[in-house]
Each structure stands twice: as structure tokens, then as C-alpha cells.
């Protein structure tokens, strides 16, 4: 179903099941509930910032049976940005390499929509804990004027259907910040270092005290997870001036796809 320029997903593909012996044919699925926020798609969102002057193009290729995806991030502006690590694919800069002469690196979450229709192919590849946290060192940094590229199989991450359609690719968001990102973090959180004191609650025993016993007014202590940060997360306010971030998706490709002439991840080696 399309609406203006949304497409709305309805539909899955891709999940075989295993019946001991061989895997079961794919077969078109409804999307579940929890792929509600992955089900409408702009397909002419911008993939270009001013604010940030960052580009994210996406190239597809069809070669020896699979299909490259390459994404190639350009920093054009003035100013540094930062990607978290965790939504590139792992093993990037390995010195191993598959047939095509790129990294074997590996998907660790989606990182793209492949549709066709009103279709999405299921991801069927890994889920990465890459650990870590939004300390400025697990982020990577991008200079002005640099530029990243990588690579990946898709069809090592998705089933594509087994004849000729037209679909849709593009990636998933880039979270990207800048510098004054980390400064407005570094502050929010030193400030609530301070201000955000532990709040315990006391309950009274039954017993009558004196002064000297008076430690035992409280029978113990309950911690609770309050305090003023939780006050201003009920005002939406989280330390963070949205200025200093975007989200930012590549270009959307449309190509043609034979899926007989593309090597499936269940194909045995």
C-alpha cells in the first residue's frame, strides 16, 4: 500500500523453517507486532544533511551470484562527526577476504530494508553485543573531507524471492553527533552526579525507642529509583540539544533481481 510517497509493509519474507532433515520452502508471512516501527518507509527521505553536510550513498551490484551492497559515508563539511561503532558491520578492517576481495565482515542487525511491494525481507542474519556504552571511544570519527566506504552480501542476510522483481534497498539510520554532543552529555551527566542524591526510604519499626537507640527508628532501607533526572526525563528533557545530532539514511536503490541466479545462505557450501 502506497500513501503519497510512504510505502506501508504489510508482509514478510525470507524465515525458513528446519523440519530435521531439509529446510522448508519461504513462504510470504504477515509482519508480526513488533516490526510496527519498521513498516513504513519514505522512500524520498533525504539522504543528504546541510546542518552536518554529510552524504550517505548506497550502491548495488550484482556479481558471481550475489549482491553487493556498498555504502559509502562522505563528511563534506567543516566540522567532525561520529557514527557509533555498533551500527557498522563487524570485522570491517579484517585482513581476511571473501571472493570479491572485501573484509569478511559481518551484519550485526539489519543495517538495511530490502523490499519489494509492500514485502520486506526478513534479516536473517546476526545479532551482534558489541558492548560498550556512548563514551566518545566507542564511536567512530569521521573528518572533514573523509570518506568511508564498505561493503557487504546481502544474500547473506536475506532469502530473495526465486524469479525476477523490482525491489528497494536502503540502509537503516546513522545516528550522527557532533563534538558539542559529548560536551552537552559530559555536563547533563556531571550535573546529575551531583544533584541526583540516592533517596532511600525508611520504614518504622513497631517497637518503642530512646534517644540512645535511635539508629533503630528505621528497620531498614528501600532504595528508590527517583530523583531529579527522572523529573526531567517526564518533561522530555535528556541533557541533549537535538541540533547536535541527526539521523541520517542512505538513497533508496530500485533494481531488478533474479532471484535464480542468486546463491541463498541455505544453500549448503
Known amino acids: 500500500m502506497v500513501a503519497g510517497d510512504l510505502t506501508v509493509m504489510k508482509y514478510g519474507y525470507g524465515k525458513r523453517g528446519f523440519n530435521g532433515k531439509e529446510y522448508e520452502k519461504a513462504e510470504v508471512h504477515l509482519l508480526n507486532e513488533r516490526f510496527d516501527e519498521n513498516t513504513i518507509f519514505d522512500f524520498k527521505k533525504a539522504y543528504k544533511n546541510k546542518k552536518f553536510n554529510a552524504d550517505v550513498g548506497l550502491s548495488i551490484a550484482q556479481k558471481n551470484n550475489d549482491i553487493l551492497a556498498m555504502v559509502t559515508i562522505k563528511n563534506l563539511g567543516a566540522e567532525t562527526f561520529y557514527i557509533r561503532k555498533i551500527e ?53 570519527e569521521f573528518q572533514p573531507g573523509e570518506t568511508f566506504s564498505y561493503t557487504v552480501i546481502l544474500n547473506d542476510n536475506f532469502e530473495f524471492f526465486p524469479d ?35 533517596i532511600y526510604d525508611c520504614y518504622l519499626t513497631g517497637e518503642t525507642v530512646y534517644a540512645y537507640k535511635y ?50 545462505l541455505f544453500d549448503e557450501d
Not at 91 to 119: D, E, P, Q
Open 88 to 140: 557498522f558491520p563487524r570485522y570491517l578492517l579484517s585482513k581476511k577476504t571473501n571472493k570479491h576481495g572485501i573484509a569478511k565482515s559481518m551484519l550485526c542487525g539489519s543495517g538495511f530494508f530490502v523490499t519489494t511491494s509492500n514485502i520486506l525481507l526478513d534479516y536473517l542474519g546476526s545479532i551482534c553485543d558489541y558492548g560498550g556504552n556512548f563514551d566518545k571511544e566507542y564511536w567512530a
Open 164 to 198: 525476477k522483481k523490482h525491489y528497494e534497498i536502503g540502509t537503516a539510520g546513522y545516528n550522527l553527533v557532533n563534538d558539542e554532543w559529548f560536551v552537552d552529555r559530559d555536563i547533563y551527566n556531571y550535573l546529575f552526579t551531583i544533584i541526583d542524591m540516592e
Open 215 to 264: 539508629s533503630r527508628l528505621c528497620g531498614g532501607y528501600q532504595y528508590k529509583e527517583e530523583g531529579m533526572k527522572n523529573i526531567f526525563y517526564l518533561v522530555d528533557f535528556d541533557g541533549i540539544n537535538n541540533d547536535n545530532e541527526i539521523n541520517i539514511m542512505s538513497n533508496q536503490v530500485s533494481v531488478e533481481i533474479d532471484g535464480r541466479k542468486v546463491n541463498s
